[in-house]
């Protein structure tokens, strides 16, 4: 046998070596120091999901009775608007629906492995030369394993509570087994859209359109009781002897595996184009999505998942028209940068949708009701209003190219936002105006808008967060000192504002409450104007 | 234009951070017509000088004048005659190259916003990106903008933080020039900057900024910062 030239030798080596190269037990060699956490940070975290189970329980029990046929409704709304006791039993079913939606799909978004990799950004940002697919299946196939057993529990929570508190498990049913699917479903449609998203390089505002459409088209059906027809159908209960009721869930369990069947090969053909730049930019996606869901900033978390605006665009026809100065050229910047941020509109005009079908659903007349959803709701519609303020607060030296001085230039920046706010208030504060027969709330709607919008304004100028600060430990996790009172600072004002209008709503009468109204927001305005701008 | 009265007026500015300086106190008076340089090592503190007198930095004592009477930074009067291009990149956000422009052109109130924003546009070699948002462009071509957008509206007196910096060097050429005409015309001027070439050919008096502020001429200021002996 001749000896192997020295060459060939070292040929050999190399492939030799290139053969019992792993890469992917390389990958799992860096990852897992990283990926493994303490035994007590695991118990922490699973006693924060309990305590946080309960009380998603709690509040829909909560919900639950609030909105049951057997709570009296209010008694100041028009009759007829009202529809009485036994009206719509599946509404209950429908709100846990919507709120289990929510929280699902947003979960969804959030921990979707193969598109944002939340588990193995690491693994996606590493150029191996490796194949990603399978790692891709099995995550894909994990996540609407998860999704299905998430939804599943949801299912059967509403059917034992809403069964507990209403006493009529048979209308539920039906919902139920809805809610059963809504989690594959919801989890295969955002890696779908997510994985599209990532193919053409940027992200879409279609999932959150999508939540708040669901939202808005659920409350709208039952608001004219085609819901309360689709879900209403008082199917027999579980364990009842009749053969239809057997018939009903097993049909009813083909159709959530199907869903879940579907949707798996939905999500698995849409993943099998993603290449490593697209999963390494998923990464990064994942975290700021991460980051700002830690910070509470729900305008940060819709941003994140809204598209990017266009690379180029013509000239607004706005600005040639109406700009005639400096204070005209900033109010006008302003309603243009915030016309052409991805979603805010869509997100606008769905709180406003929200808000208009609040007081026509049955059950949601209580007032206290009514006042929580007008709180709630006014306050993500001034938030989102003055998400334009929000961008251009951080460049505070930008006003400084027009020819305005700096309390001007604010006045100016209020504009659009208190337009916006007043327009929401007098739509949907109007409608309860005319359902109720209470004039001055039409006429503190305005003022209400005002103000709210001027809060928001406000709080889109205070200053960042400083997270290289002192930090201090909370159930959402480090957390910089202040942060908390920093961040709810504009909605505590928004609220001080909006409690005129809480009083007539809970009965107040007599137009004193307008005169506090006008001073109330008087004083939020100038609160806003004195708020220092970012620096 | 040496002998005019004063347009800015400074007089023992100290800057700093927290309570502390970082160069030298500072005292000058710049005229229309003039173009002050001022160079100095990194971390010197030339840029922290003209944050401050532009206000948009606290000083730590000392004064700015303008026109005879204290600086307001947040007025209108001193935003109206003070164009300032930093090197933070500043636009309205959500508005075009184009629009940008248009806004600050209308915002002065120029009789023909349009032709002067095509002109600038022209100038600063932004034809192309005009339907673009900033953001989408190079760090270049958005130090160009800010640049067009400065010179797109009237000011007095203008205060540059190293423009050549990210300019190719027939932009920093048409840029000296361009100083050197608005001076001509009456405009005053503060650059910051680096380049020894760009300054002997735009500025008519030098600041050197160190724990001392010294002033010298742009030749000797320019031999300087390159370490050669002046000519």
């Keep these: 046998m001749s000896r192997p030239e020295a060459g060939q030798a070292r040929s050999a080596d190399a492939r030799a070596t290139t053969s019992e190269f792993d890469p992917w037990r390389r990958v799992r060699q860096i990852t897992r120091p990283r990926l493994a956490r303490p035994l007590g940070e695991r118990l922490f975290e699973g006693y924060i999901m309990v305590f946080y189970l309960i009380v998603v329980v709690a509040m829909g029990g909560s919900l639950l009775h609030f909105t049951s046929a057997q709570t009296q409704p209010s008694t100041f709304l028009l009759d007829s608007v009202i529809v009485g006791p036994g009206g719509i039993p599946a509404l209950p079913a429908i709100c846990l629906m919507v709120l289990a939606l929510v929280l699902i799909a947003s979960w969804g978004l959030l921990t979707v492995g193969p ?227 991805p979603g805010a509109l869509s997100l606008w005009l769905s709180t406003l949708g929200l808000g208009l079908l609040l007081p026509t659903v049955s059950g949601w007349g209580a007032p206290v009701v009514l006042l929580a959803g007008v709180v709630v709701l006014g306050l993500l519609a001034a938030d989102c209003a003055a998400s334009a303020t929000r961008a251009s607060a951080l460049s505070p030296d930008l006003e400084a190219v027009l020819p305005i001085s700096a309390g001007s230039a604010r006045i ?34 305005p003022l209400a808008g005002i103000g709210v919008g001027a809060t928001a304004t406000a709080g889109a100028r205070q200053p960042p967060i400083n997270w290289a600060g002192s930090m201090v430990l909370t159930e959402l996790g480090p957390v910089p000192v202040g942060a908390i009172n920093q961040m709810t600072a504009a909605h505590r004002s928004g609220v001080i504002v909006l409690v005129p209008v809480a009083t007539v709503l809970l009965g107040a009468g007599g137009w004193v409450p307008l005169a506090v109204q006008a001073v109330a927001t008087g004083a939020m305005v100038i609160w806003a104007l004195v708020v220092q701008k970012r620096r | 234009m040496p002998g005019s009265p004063a347009l800015l007026d400074v007089t023992a500015l100290s800057c700093g951070f927290m309570g502390h300086a970082v160069c030298g106190e500072v005292t000058v008076t710049i005229a229309s017509g003039e173009v002050l340089g001022i160079v100095g090592w990194n971390g010197a503190g030339k840029s922290t000088v003209l944050r401050t007198v532009a206000g948009r930095q606290d000083a730590l004592s000392g004064s700015v004048r303008f026109r005879g009477e204290p600086r307001q930074e947040e007025s209108a009067r001193w935003r109206r005659a003070v164009s300032a291009v930093f090197d933070d990149d500043a636009w309205f956000p959500g508005l075009t190259v184009r629009e940008h422009l248009h806004l600050v052109a209308a915002g002065h109130g120029l009789a023909a916003p349009d032709r002067s924003v095509d002109q600038e546009l022209a100038f600063f070699g932004l034809e192309a990106a005009a339907k673009a948002f900033p953001e989408t462009l190079s760090s270049g071509q958005r130090r160009r903008l800010l640049l067009a957008a400065a010179f797109l509206r009237p ?47 735009v500025a008519g008096r030098c600041l050197v900024i160190d724990d001392d502020v010294d002033e010298l001429t742009p030749a000797r200021a320019a031999a300087l910062i390159t370490g050669r002996p002046a000519e």
């Excluded at chain 1, 920046?413 to 706010?421: E, N, Q």
């Design chain 2, 155 to 201: 000011a007095d007196l203008m205060l540059l933080d190293e423009p050549e910096q990210r300019l190719d060097p027939a932009m920093v050429a048409r840029l000296g020039e361009r100083i050197v005409a608005a001076a001509d015309e009456g405009m005053a001027a503060v650059v910051v900057t680096h380049d020894p070439q760009f300054l002997t050919r």
């Design chain 1, 412 to 445: 100016a920046r209020l504009v659009h936002p208190c337009a916006l706010m007043a327009v929401w208030m007098t739509v949907t504060l109007g409608v309860l105006s005319l359902l109720t027969g209470l004039p001055v709330l039409l006429a503190m709607a």
């Design chain 1, 115 to 341: 598109v944002s990799a939340s588990r193995a950004d690491l693994v996606w940002g590493l150029q191996l030369p490796v194949d990603r697919q399978p790692f891709l299946r099995g995550t894909v196939r994990r996540i609407l394993l998860k999704a299905l057993l998430a939804s599943s529990v949801v299912a059967v929570v509403v059917l034992f509570a809403g069964s507990a508190i209403v006493g009529d498990s048979a209308t539920l049913l039906s919902a139920c087994v809805l809610v059963a699917a809504i989690g594959p479903a919801g989890a295969a449609a955002a890696v779908v859209v997510q994985a599209r998203s990532r193919a053409e390089g940027d992200t879409t505002a279609v999932a959150g359109i999508a939540l708040w459409s669901g939202a808005v088209l659920l409350l709208a059906g039952a608001g004219t009781g085609l819901t309360a027809m689709a879900l209403g159908v008082p199917f027999p209960v579980v364990g009842g002897d009749s053969l239809a009721a057997v018939a009903i869930v097993a049909a009813s369990a083909l159709a959530v595996v199907a869903t879940a069947c579907v949707g798996s090969a939905l999500a698995l053909r849409s993943v099998r184009g993603l290449g490593w730049p697209q999963l390494a930019s998923g990464g990064g996606h994942h975290l700021v999505l991460r980051a700002a869901a830690s910070s509470l900033d729900a305008q940060a978390v819709y941003r994140s998942l809204t598209r990017a605006p266009s690379r180029r665009r013509r000239a607004s026809a706005l600005l040639r028209s109406a700009v005639s100065g400096p204070w005209t050229a900033v109010v006008a910047a302003e309603a243009l940068s915030w016309w052409r941020i």
